[in-house]
Antibody, heavy 115, light 112 residues
Framework: EVQLVESGGGLVQPGRSLKLSCAAS????????MAWVRQTPTKGLEWVAS????????YYRDSVKGRFTISRDNAKNTQYLQMDSLRSEDTATYYC????????WGQGTLVTVSS | DVVLTQTPVAQPVTLGDQASISCRSS???????????LEWYLQKPGQSPQLLIY???NRFSGVPDRFIGSGSGSDFTLKISRVEPEDLGVYYC?????????FGAGTKLELK
């Protein structure tokens, strides 16, 4: 059974950093690209970033470029999202998802950026 | 960015009825490789989104055949025949042809 489990969310002040993790199981992690998607009640679902199977290619939405870094450790079956210089508009539930076709999703982790 | 416009915003249905959701794109979703990366997701209350349809018309594993995706270019439709209680929730279209990938705003399938 495919499982994706996010962790690392929480309350953080504007300008600070947070690192999300997504532990994968039930499939050969190194065979799939991975992604992060976020959701808010006002903006809905937003694709945030994607990473290729080996990690050599990464893609970001403009509003997070230069602030967020997606990475992965295939030996640990885990992907990450390093979020720096956080802003209030980054407040959202962040989902880990498998592939470009987001075939499987985690349960989400809530990130709240507030002073 | 590619804008996906979903209509209607809400679709009241009676169980057993057919429902239809439209997703129109601000530009063609045909990729340079010839594929069209238009997907449909359902988010049930309190749950994460789940994939229903990929590349316009392909049902994902385990998705019942009452879900039918169709369309081409910039005009796409999801039809649900014989709506069942577990089909209720918010449906989203999503395009992965153009960077940045984008979602529609959602269509809520609800009981009349």
């Amino acid at each position: 059974e495919v499982q994706l489990v996010e962790s690392g969310g929480g309350l953080v002040q504007p300008g600070r950093s947070l690192k999300l993790s997504c532990a994968a199981s039930g499939f050969t992690f190194s065979n799939y690209g991975m992604a992060w998607v976020r959701q808010t009640p006002t903006k809905g679902l937003e694709w945030v970033a994607s990473i290729s199977t080996g990690g050599g290619n990464t893609y970001y939405r403009d509003s997070v470029k230069g602030r967020f870094t997606i990475s992965r450790d295939n030996a640990k079956n885990t992907q990450y999202l390093q979020m720096d210089s956080l802003r209030s508009e980054d407040t959202a539930t962040y989902y880990c998802a498998r592939g470009t076709t987001l075939a499987y999703w985690g349960q989400g982790t809530l990130v709240t950026v507030s002073s | 960015d590619v804008v996906l416009t979903q209509t209607p915003v809400a679709q009241p249905v009676t169980l057993g009825d057919q429902a239809s959701i439209s997703c129109r794109s601000s530009q063609s979703l045909v990729h340079s490789n010839g594929n069209t990366y238009l997907e449909w997701y359902l988010q049930k209350p309190g749950q994460s989104p789940q994939l229903l349809i990929y590349k316009v018309s392909n049902r994902f594993s385990g998705v019942p055949d009452r879900f039918i995706g169709s369309g081409s270019g910039s005009d796409f439709t999801l039809k649900i025949s014989r709506v069942e209680p577990e089909d209720l929730g918010v449906y989203y279209c999503f395009q992965a042809t153009h960077d940045p990938y984008t979602f529609g705003a959602g269509t809520k399938l609800e009981l009349k």
